[in-house]
């Protein structure tokens, strides 16, 4: 993993979109240049290598945001297969609007030749990705990983590196570790679990940390690696000291002109879907189209929320604040397909404009709720030191949270975001969340 603007990550999957970036160009360049293509401009070079530039990045920055680039879909043939052809199909008119402006004709030839290249590129894509996945199981990039340390924890961990990060794999160690011993069996990153910190071998860490080798401790690893910080290993002068939880004055000017801007932009557009959806709650079920409920906001203030009505007018019979269940039978049938579109959180496009919410930041909370778990929860009511956002780092990265346990796993989240917040990773945000919404990840 390396830092870019403040969040980590990893080369494996840049060199990879890099990789596959530069095959795209060449194979539309070379197609365009030697299948005889008339594309209606003069200087037919210089023209072809414009227009595959186009296209590669536009085809690339749609195989970004389906997420192609995650280490599990290298991993699993059929997630690679479906996320590469919703890619092609989306992609599809993408490349049609990038070639109309740079003002190529869409002639039917020209279309045809479209469609062949995104099959092509598919193609493409899969024997790139098996000759990437055969050159893993050479381990020829993979990095090991040593845990020191025992218990349920360093499971955890050891487990994590199997199956979340890239090409990487725990190691073990049967001999006194030393700097030789850990250049022969190729480790390049070490993680010391609480409990065997007391015993720690502290010189040889030391010496194997000045040659080069990455020494982390769990809190290190879980931000650095996994994109979370886990609220078992730190305390709170950790977050006094750790570096980032600062507000960028400069950057909240330009964040705030971005929601404004965005907001008025997403209202205009989304206006007639607004009006269909707001005729169809009103014909599905009786009651108001629009939900107002109380959230608690930045610094802990209290707003007034904006949805679309998804569930019956007597969803909380008796007044007490319910967590919405897998297949909650409050949930109306217009409810159900809303709430999986994320369209019912269309309306909170007017806290934005008003400034009570951000596009991006934790999960407005209901104030029932944050007394609940700000209590039995170290660090919770520290998410509200940033303005809550339509969508965050949690939602894109944990499923709909429906209990204690799920509140604290998306703190963690939450505070990565906090920690390292910035400009680049809201727009990360912002485009896995498309993804988010066309496979209704943790919609509930």
Known sequence: MTRVFGHYVSLEMTLLCVIELLLSFLLIYATLVFGGLELGAPGLTAAAADLAAGLAFTIGAMAVTIGLYRPEICRE????????????????????????????SLSQEYVLW?????????????????????????????????VIGEGARAAQIRSAINTRLGPAAAAE????????????NRISAVVVTSEARPSMPTDAL????LSGVRILDEARFSEQ???????????????????????????DGIRRLNDILISLGVLLFTLPLMLAIALLIKLDSPGPVLYRQERVGLHGRVFTLFKFRSMRV??????????????????????????????????????????????????PERPHFVDQLAPII???????????????????????????????????????????????????????????????????
């Open 225 to 251: 690696q996994l994109g979370y910080i886990s609220l078992d290993d730190i305390a709170p002068e950790w977050m006094v000291f750790a570096d980032g939880f600062h507000a960028s004055a400069v950057q």
């Open 114 to 146: 479209l469609a062949n290249v995104l099959v092509a590129w598919m193609l493409g894509l899969f024997a790139v990705r098996a000759l990437f996945g055969l050159v893993m199981r050479q381990n020829v990039f993979t990095r090991r990983v040593l």
């Open 378 to 444: 170290p660090f919770y009511e520290h998410r509200a030191s940033v303005k809550p956002g339509i969508t965050g780092w949690a939602q894109v990265n944990y499923p709909y949270g429906a209990s204690v346990e799920d509140a604290r796993a998306k703190l963690s989240y939450d505070l990565y975001y906090v920690k390292n917040r910035s400009l680049f990773l809201d727009l990360l945000i912002l485009v896995a969340t498309v993804r988010v919404i066309l496979f209704q990840e943790g919609a509930r």
């Open 77 to 104: 043939r059929r997630r690679l297969l479906v996320n590469a052809a919703v890619t092609g199909v989306l992609a599809f008119p993408a490349v049609l609007l990038v070639s109309e402006a740079l003002h190529v």
């Open 206 to 209: 030391l010496r194997c940390k």
């Open 314 to 363: 007597d969803a909380e019979a008796g007044g007490r604040p319910r967590w919405a269940a897998q297949n909650d039978p409050r949930i109306t049938r217009i409810g159900a397909f809303i709430r999986a579109t994320r369209i019912d959180e269309l309306p909170q496009l007017l806290n934005v404009l008003r400034g009570e919410m951000s596009f991006v930041g934790p999960r």
């Open 173 to 184: 160690l049967h001999e006194p570790l030393s700097l030789e011993v850990l250049k022969r």
